[in-house]
C-alpha cells in the first residue's frame, strides 16, 4: 500500500441539512475538490462522494495529518466556510475504519433510510467520476470494485433493500398519507 487510507466527511448524522447543502460536491465541483487534493504532496489518490445526505472524501496519503488538514481547508473554502465552522459536524476515519464505513455506505447500511437504494449508484458514479479525472489510483480502485460488489452482494443475498426504499419514496408516502 502507497500510504493510509483516510476518510472526511459528513452525513445526515453529524451535520445539519444547511451545512451539508453547502459541504455538497455536485460532479464540477468534486472534480476540482479532488484536483485541488491532489496537488498537496501527502495526497495520493482520492475519491468524493456526495449525496443528497453525505460529503465525504477518500484520500490515499502518506501523512494522514497533512491530508487532513489540506481536506479540511479545500471542503471550507468550497463552502464558503471557515474550517473552525466545521467542527463536530466533520468525522475523520483511517485504515480499517474508513474501510467499514465505505462498505457500510455501498451497502445501505449508513443511509438515512437503512437500504436506501439509490446510495450505490451515487457511490459508483463518484468513484467513475474520479476515475475519468485521473485521481484513482491501484489503492482506491482496489477499494470502490471491492465496496460496490459487496454492495451489491449485500442487496441480493439479505432482506436490506427489501422494500427498494429510498428518501424519496418515503417522503412521497408520508406526503400521501
Do not use: W
Request: charged share 25%; proline share 3%.
Amino acid at each position: 500500500m502507497t500510504g493510509e487510507l483516510l476518510t472526511l466527511g459528513a452525513n445526515h448524522k453529524t451535520a445539519p441539512l444547511p451545512l451539508r447543502e453547502r459541504l455538497a460536491l455536485p460532479d464540477g465541483r468534486a472534480a476540482r475538490v479532488l484536483s485541488e487534493l491532489l496537488e498537496h504532496e501527502a495526497v495520493h489518490e482520492a475519491v468524493a462522494i456526495s449525496t443528497c445526505n453525505r460529503t465525504e472524501l477518500y484520500l490515499i496519503t502518506a501523512d494522514p495529518v497533512e491530508a487532513e488538514n489540506a481536506a479540511l481547508g479545500v471542503l471550507s473554502r468550497q463552502a464558503g466556510l471557515r474550517p473552525t465552522e466545521l467542527m463536530g459536524a466533520i468525522y475523520s476515519l483511517r485504515g480499517s475504519a474508513a474501510v467499514e464505513h465505505l462498505f457500510a455506505v455501498t451497502s445501505g447500511l449508513d443511509s438515512m433510510i437503512v437500504g436506501e437504494a439509490e446510495v450505490q449508484g451515487q457511490v459508483k458514479r463518484s468513484y467513475e467520476m474520479a476515475l475519468v479525472e485521473g485521481v484513482t489510483g491501484p489503492v482506491t480502485n482496489r477499494l470502490f470494485r471491492d465496496a460496490l460488489a459487496t454492495g451489491k452482494r449485500v442487496r441480493t443475498e439479505t432482506d436490506v433493500s427489501r422494500s427498494s426504499v429510498s428518501v424519496s419514496s418515503v417522503a412521497v408516502k408520508l406526503a400521501a398519507d
